[in-house]
Each structure stands twice: as structure tokens, then as C-alpha cells.
């Protein structure tokens, strides 16, 4: 058996978010990136089997490196989405996934792009004119 397992625990937990919704599938499943597992693929592919088999519509990640979206196409596990910090200040951090996202098809869900609030008026000490 491999070191990942079976992924038990991950239809465990589909199943489980299944009941508790009351519905016969999920819509999404998002994927966190974890930079310390060797993993991600055994997962994705895990979520994609129960994609074809119905349980789940779409699968999203969260700041999946570029590297890994790339490895996940090769493997034909397309996602949907990946979502990532990005702060208009600073377009350096995912300049590369627009080029990633563009050539897989992935959607890009960008966070935190007013820099946290940085760019609103949410910290100004005055009022509106």
C-alpha cells in the first residue's frame, strides 16, 4: 500500500459534507496547498474519481503552485479554479499563474487584491465628502 493510502479519509470527508447537506453531491471541492506533502496528486486524484462517479461538480484549489497545475493537466485532472493572494501593488506573485491559467484553462480567483483594504478607504480617519 502506498503511503498515502487508499483515500478513505478523503471519501469519508466528501461523504460526510454530502449528508450534511442533505444533497446527493458537492458543487465544489478546494483544494489548500500544502508546500509540506509529497500528496497532491494522490488527492486530486482521489477527488477526481469521485467526480466521475458523480459526488462532486467542480474541483478548485487554493495557491497551487503553477508547477503542480501543470503536473494535475498532465495527469487530466482539470481545475476549475485555482485562488490566489493577489495584491495590486505587487502583480510579481502571480504574474506566472496568468500564463498557467491561460494554457490549462483554469479560471483565476484572485484575494485580497485591494491589499487587504489597503486600497479603501477603510483606514482613512476622515469622513466622506
Sequence with gaps: ????GSGSSIREAVGSSIRRTG?????TVQVQYCPD???H???LN????MQEEGFIRSICS????????????????????????????DPQGYLDYLQ????????????SPLAGGLLTDK???????
Design 62 to 89: 487554493a495557491g497551487l503552485p503553477t508547477t503542480l497545475m501543470n503536473d494535475a493537466e498532465a495527469c487530466n485532472f482539470h481545475l476549475d479554479s485555482n485562488q490566489l493572494s493577489c495584491n495590486l501593488l
Design 123 to 129: 483606514y482613512l480617519k476622515c469622513e466622506r465628502p
Design 23 to 27: 444533497s446527493d453531491s458537492l458543487n
Design 37 to 39: 506533502s509529497p500528496y
Design 1 to 4: 500500500s502506498a503511503p498515502f
Design 100 to 111: 498557467t491559467c491561460s494554457d490549462t484553462g483554469t479560471k483565476l480567483l484572485c484575494g
Design 41 to 43: 496528486l494522490d488527492v
Design 46 to 49: 482521489v477527488l477526481f474519481e
